[in-house]
């Protein structure tokens, strides 16, 4: 059997691409190497961009908590709010939320197969090959390597080998605390709409805190060269979130994983195919972010797949268009992640603090985290208010250093 477009891996990159490839026209099959719901270490914190990418409404069954607002704890204790009158995001169960994203393309007509890893894949002239774990080779015009960060694909391509190299991936740990509805509302003092994300060890690395309807999705991630000792270092790490938050958390299931990041960086495309999301290392270098960054990596390859066909082209040089699309999307945003990555929290120590309550902030924050604007478009955002912010700053300014105790 042939396809147009094979779509290796059921994640919200591939589920994305293989939903939009289908609409298109093009006969698609998504392949999963796991049974359906099949799950996902993540924190679950969709943003709102993301959500946008879907462009209709998720099924509020899927929906574990409305996020309005961000908290950074900074090493010292304090705390620094943004908080929004707006829906800036949703937590989710991965494991549901992505099998609605792969029945959402199978719906729309992709051919899905679940529980089928591919163990190889090609490209040539003339066509692009995978081979599954059975032995069967299937082919198709076009191929999109959407298998997560130990991509398969992009290492049978050529084009990640040496993915795990602990210099160069992120590395953490994380598990769901099953705390009732009433702990996940004691743990939050009555206020489960806020992602919390903490220092971990001092500067090398970062926890979060997200609420559910009935856990706390708790853990932390750095880069790997820092986070040898992890289980002891996560153990450690969740017991004085346990302190702090008054709530007795019981362990039930630690999940290991690897982050990638170097997306923009490398390169993701070949004749007849590409790379989308984790796979091709789409995922924010700070924070580890990367389910919009999947979801709308998916959109571009398969818009760039579709005027491929138009064209009847299938070289480099045709689907190379894909990575401009993604440059231009997520360049600013990585870059600067990356600054305040290599300077570490010394410098959100430095700024979070300034603008902690701030009005203008929360809304800058609320504006990227919805999709409305890159962070490349936050000095010109800021510019643009400022003369009408200017006796607010002042008044922040003043309040904060009388504040302050010497
Ligand atoms: C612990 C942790 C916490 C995170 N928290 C967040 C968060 O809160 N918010 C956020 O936005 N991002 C978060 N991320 C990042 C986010 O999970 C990823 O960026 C996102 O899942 C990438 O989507 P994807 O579709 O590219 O890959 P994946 O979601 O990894 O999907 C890849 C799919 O391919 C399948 N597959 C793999 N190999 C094969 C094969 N050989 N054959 C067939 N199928 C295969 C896998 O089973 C999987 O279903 C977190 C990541 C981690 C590790």
Redesign the pocket.
Known sequence: MTYDVIV????????TAAYDCTKQGLKTLL????KLP?E????????YR?LRTIGEKIPPELIERRIYGLRFLLPDGKGTEFISDKLIGITVF?DRF?EFLARRASDAGAELIDN????DASVSSKSAKVRLADGRELSAKFLLG????????SRALGLRPKRKELNKVGL???ADFHVGEEGVLEATEGNPSILEVCPVDGRVSYG?V?PKREHL?I?I?GAGVHMRALRPRFDSFYKSVEKRLGVKLNLEKR?T???GGDGLGSKNVVQRAIL????AG??DPLM???????MKS?EFAASVINKAFDENRYDEKTLSEYQNLCRNEFSANFALATRVGVRGPSLAEIILPKVNGHKLAAEIMTMVARGEIGYKDIPYVVLKRLPRQIPTIIKHVVQSHLATPN
């Open positions: 290796v891996g059921a994640g919200p990159a591939g589920s392949l999963e190497k796991y099949r996902k270490p993540c924190g679950g914190a969709v943003m993301a991965r992505d089928t890893p591919v163990v959407a298998d997560g960060v130990n991509s398969v694909v953490g740990m994380e979060w997200f999705a853990g991630a999940r994983f690897f982050l989308i999301g984790d796979a789409f995922v580890g972010e990367g389910i919009a960054y999947a998916g």
